[in-house]
C-alpha cells in the first residue's frame, strides 16, 4: 500500500460524500426499510408461533433476521447498481476505453468507490431500521464481543462478493451494450439466494444446500448467522472462509473479463 | 365520456411507441421479462417454501394463502403494467422534462403514465394470473362469488391505480423521495400477500381506513372463502371495495390536481 492505497481511499471518501448528498432520498429510504421490516416481522411471528424452532431459530433470531436483512439491502446493493451503475453508463457511452489506459486498475478503482458507498449506506440505511428494530421489536444483539468484530468482518466481504457480482453483471454492456436485463435477473437471484426473501435455513434438502453453497449467501445469511452467534470457534472461520473463496475467486473472473473485455475494446477502436 | 375515449387513445398510442422502440433491443427485452417474471416466481416460491414448515398461516391454508397473494398480485401488476412509470415524476421535474410535456396537448397524467410504457411487466401479470387460476380451483364457485371476484381485480388495480399516482405526487414536494411511495405501493401489495389476521387489530383498522389495501383482496377473499372475518368487521366490507376504489383513486386525482398547480420548475 504505497501512493496506490492513498488514492483508493480518497475515491472512497468522494464516494461516500456522494451519497450523502441525497438526504431526504436517505430518510424515505429508512422509513420504507422499516415498514417493510415491520411486515415481515408480523409473519415470521406467524410463522414461528407455529413452529417454534423452524430451521434451528427461535422467534427472536427470526425477526433478528428481517431487520438484519432490512439494515444490509442498501449496504450490500442487493437489487444491484451501486458504483458499477457508473460502470455500465461508461461501456455504453464508450468512455471507458479512457478508463483502460489510465494507470488506476479498473476494478480496485471501482470496488474503493463501492467501499464509500456502502459505508455511506451502512452508516445511515444500516443504523437507521436497526435503531427502529431495536424499539419496536425485542431483536437480540451480538452475544459476544467476537461475534461482533466477526460480523464487521463478515459485513466487508459481504460488500466485496457482491461488489464482484455486480461488476461482472455491469461488464456484460461490453458485449450487450446494456446492462438492464442482466441487473434485473441477477437482482432476482441475489434476492432469492441471500436469504433475503427468508433465510436459507428454512430451504429444504437439496434446494437448501445448493443455496448454502452459492455466492449469494455470504450477502445475508452468513453475517446474520454470525451476528446470531450462531458460528464459534472453527465453523466461524469456515463462514468467513466461504466468504473470503467466493471474493477470491470472482474479484479474478472480474480481472479476467476485463482482460477479454479489453480486447474486444481496441479492436472497435481501430 | 368522449374525453376519457380519447385520453385512453392517446394513451394507447404513446404506449405502443415506447413498445416499439423496446424492440430495437430484443436481448434486453426479453431479459428483462423473464427477470421480472422470475423475480415475482421466486417471490411464490418463498411463500411455499414458508408453507413446508406450516400446516397453516394462522388458520389459513396454502391455497388460501395463494387466492390473497394471486389477486392482489394480479391487481398490482395491472396497476403497475398500466401507470407503473408515474413513480418517475421525481426524474422528470430534475430534468426539466416535466416541463416539456407540460407545453403538449394532452393531459399531463396521461403523458407520464404512458412514458416508457413497458410489456416487460407481463412476466409478473403472467405469474399472479398463474398463481390466482391455481387458487381459484379451491374457491367453491357461486354466481355471486364470481361476481365478487370479477369486481374484485377491479377495485384491487383501482387501489393500487390511486396509491401509485397519490404517493407519486409527493415528488412534485421533495424530487428525491421516491422510496417513500414504494412503502405504499410495494408495501401495500407485499402486506396483502399475508392473511391480515397475522398483524394486530391497529394494523388491520390503518389498512381498512387509512391506506384502504385491506380492500383490494382480503374482504373480497373472505367472502369467497366462505370465512367469517377473525377481527369481526361487518360483513358489508366483503362487498365494499368497488368504493375503496373508487374514493381511493379520487383522492389520488385531487391529490395530482393540487401538485400540479403547486409545482415550479426547477428551472434546469
Sequence with gaps: MRGGGMLHVAVATRAFRRYSTYRAATLAGIFTNSVFGIIYSYAYLALWKANPTAGGYDAQDAVTYVWLGQALLMTIALWGGGTTDDLAERIRTGDVAIDLYRPVGLVGWYLASDVGRAAYHLLTRGFGPTLIGLVVFDIALPPSPLAAVAFAVSLVLAVVVSFAIRFLVASTAFWLLDQSGMKVMSGAFAIFFSGMMLPLVLFPGWLGTLANALPWASYIQVPADIWLGKHTGADLAAALGFQVMWAVVLLGACQGVLRLATRKVVVQGG | ?268
Design chain 2, 1 to 268: 365520456m368522449a374525453d376519457l375515449a380519447q385520453h385512453l387513445r392517446t394513451y394507447g398510442q404513446i404506449a405502443w411507441l415506447w413498445i416499439r422502440a423496446a424492440w430495437q433491443y430484443p436481448t434486453s427485452f426479453v431479459l428483462l421479462a423473464v427477470g421480472n417474471g422470475l423475480i415475482t416466481g421466486l417471490d411464490f416460491i418463498g411463500l411455499w417454501i414458508m408453507f413446508a414448515h406450516l400446516e397453516d398461516l394462522e388458520g389459513f391454508t396454502l391455497p388460501e394463502v395463494a387466492l390473497l397473494y394471486g389477486s392482489a398480485s394480479l391487481a398490482l401488476a395491472c396497476a403497475d403494467t398500466a401507470i407503473g412509470s408515474v413513480e418517475r415524476i421525481g426524474t422528470y421535474i430534475r430534468t426539466g422534462r416535466l416541463d416539456q410535456m407540460m407545453t403538449k396537448p394532452v393531459p399531463l397524467l396521461v403523458q407520464v403514465c404512458a412514458d416508457q410504457f413497458t410489456l416487460r411487466r407481463l412476466g409478473r401479470l403472467t405469474q399472479a394470473g398463474l398463481v390466482f387460476g391455481w387458487a381459484c380451483t379451491y374457491v367453491d364457485w357461486t354466481p355471486l362469488r364470481a361476481l365478487v371476484a370479477v369486481s374484485m381485480l377491479v377495485s384491487g388495480a383501482l387501489v393500487f391505480f390511486g396509491l401509485f399516482v397519490g404517493f407519486s405526487c409527493i415528488q412534485f414536494w421533495t424530487t428525491d423521495a421516491t422510496e417513500f411511495a414504494n412503502a405504499f405501493t410495494y408495501g401495500g401489495a407485499t402486506v396483502t400477500q399475508y392473511p391480515l389476521n397475522i398483524f394486530p387489530r391497529e394494523v388491520m383498522v390503518g389498512l381498512t381506513f387509512v391506506v384502504p389495501v385491506a380492500f383490494v383482496n382480503w374482504y373480497p377473499c373472505l367472502y369467497l372463502l366462505g370465512r367469517a372475518d377473525p377481527f369481526g368487521t361487518p360483513e358489508v366490507f366483503q362487498f365494499a371495495s368497488p368504493l375503496a376504489g373508487l374514493l381511493t383513486m379520487t383522492a389520488a386525482l385531487l391529490v395530482w390536481r393540487t401538485g400540479v398547480r403547486h409545482y415550479t420548475s426547477t428551472g434546469s
